[in-house]
């Protein structure tokens, strides 16, 4: 959206300050504003720096500050793009506004704090406005681009999660799954496509993945999850999320992501309703999927997907919830479905949160469990979703 920028006011000069007394005041609260090009800011930025373009700084200005008092500093290679940049602000009624003089080469000669060159210029424009999220930025890129996430299941569930983690620039992504793609899943697993019915799902999700992003490393596992394989498949990874739709698989992930301490988001979906929540091994107050469900349900109360139904956007919602959760918790940032289950209901169009504390008596993390090896339980409904 365009935005009419007004005259400049020329009555009250631009300040121009020191990078020193620029990283005084950015330590102090203000908002330091890189406003050189994409390309540019790709080999480096002062710390903490939000890079905005300078034809792009009238339009994106609010989001950042909402408040017009909020004191703005601005930084670009010299000193002389800033000052213009200053003046724009100005212009649109912030008042605090200062340019650093000598831009990113003075500041850089003075040895002051720089977040060197992470990403090159493909990620720079790839992940350009990932980098205008302070929470984010380009620290918080490069470890997403670090980072190694294990999905269970190529399905309805691990299809948005497997496609929103791959567009945000998790570095490697590991899909488990055995099935071949069928006509009947094409309603709601939108890795794959009808020239793909017959093909390993992990293929056809590979493929897929690599097209939206060929720097995402797509390891295709086109193996079934088993007391056997599942600390080999799962090691090494720092997110687990879990797309499957059976029991057995759920309490197999349940007690690897324990003995392995790594994070496990939990997804379900059923019929019309899904519900989302993260066991956080790592953490002493997390629950874990046991204290949710400490034994499996009878077959007859756990039908899957190709027995009970499922509305076909209703796995697009929940897999997004679950990767959203597990962006976070890579990057740290916001509270986590830690000891939270949330249910969403299509029909009503509503959310409910419900409490998930940890259980004392869990046969799983509870104070008493103990660990007798993993178990393959027996079938008690069919996997895929």
Request: glycine letters at 10%.
């Amino acid at each position: 959206m365009a935005v009419s920028i007004p005259p400049p006011d020329t009555a009250e000069p631009i300040a121009e300050i020191a990078p020193i007394e620029a990283l005084r005041r950015q330590r102090a609260g203000a908002l330091l504003i890189d406003v050189r090009e994409d390309h540019e800011r790709a080999a480096g930025t002062p710390a903490g720096a939000v890079g905005v373009p300078r034809a792009a700084l009238a339009e994106r200005i609010a989001a950042l500050a909402p408040q017009p008092e909020r004191e703005i500093l601005l930084i670009c290679g010299s000193g002389q793009r800033s000052r213009l940049a200053a003046q724009t602000l100005r212009a649109l009624g912030y008042r605090r506004v200062a340019s650093v003089g000598g831009g990113c080469r003075r500041w850089r000669e003075e040895h002051l704090p720089f977040a060197e060159a992470t990403l090159d210029a493909d990620a720079a424009e790839r992940y350009a406005r990932h980098l205008l999220l302070p929470e984010v930025g380009a620290a918080g890129q490069a470890k997403l681009g670090a980072a190694r996430v294990v999905l269970i299941g190529a399905g309805g569930l691990g299809s948005p999660a497997a496609l929103y983690l791959a567009a945000a620039g998790v570095g490697t992504l590991t899909l488990i799954d055995d099935d071949n793609v069928e006509k009947s899943n094409l309603q709601r697993q939108v890795l794959h496509t009808d020239a793909r019915v017959g093909l390993a799902k992990v293929e056809s999700a590979r493929q897929t993945l690599t097209a939206l992003n060929p720097r995402v490393q797509v390891a295709a596992r086109r193996e079934r999850l088993r007391a056997a394989n599942v600390e080999t498949l799962l090691a090494g990874h720092d997110v687990v999320i879990d797309g499957a739709d059976n029991f057995p698989t759920r309490y197999l992930l349940d007690a690897a992501c324990r003995r392995l301490r790594l994070p496990l988001v939990y997804g379900a979906v059923h019929r019309f309703t899904g519900q989302v929540s993260v066991f956080d091994a790592r953490r002493e107050d997390s629950p874990c999927y046991r204290c949710l469900f400490p034994q499996p349900p009878a077959p007859e109360e756990a039908p899957n997907c190709a027995e009970a139904g499922v509305l076909g956007v209703l796995p697009g919602v929940i897999g997004l919830l679950q990767a959203s959760e597990a962006i976070k918790l890579l990057l740290g940032i916001g509270t986590p479905l830690v000891g939270r289950l949330l249910c969403f209901d299509a029909l009503a169009a509503s959310f409910r949160e419900l409490k998930l504390p940890r259980d004392p008596g869990c046969p799983g993390c509870g104070a008493t469990a103990g660990f007798a090896g993993y178990a393959d339980l027996a079938g008690i409904c069919r996997a895929g979703d």
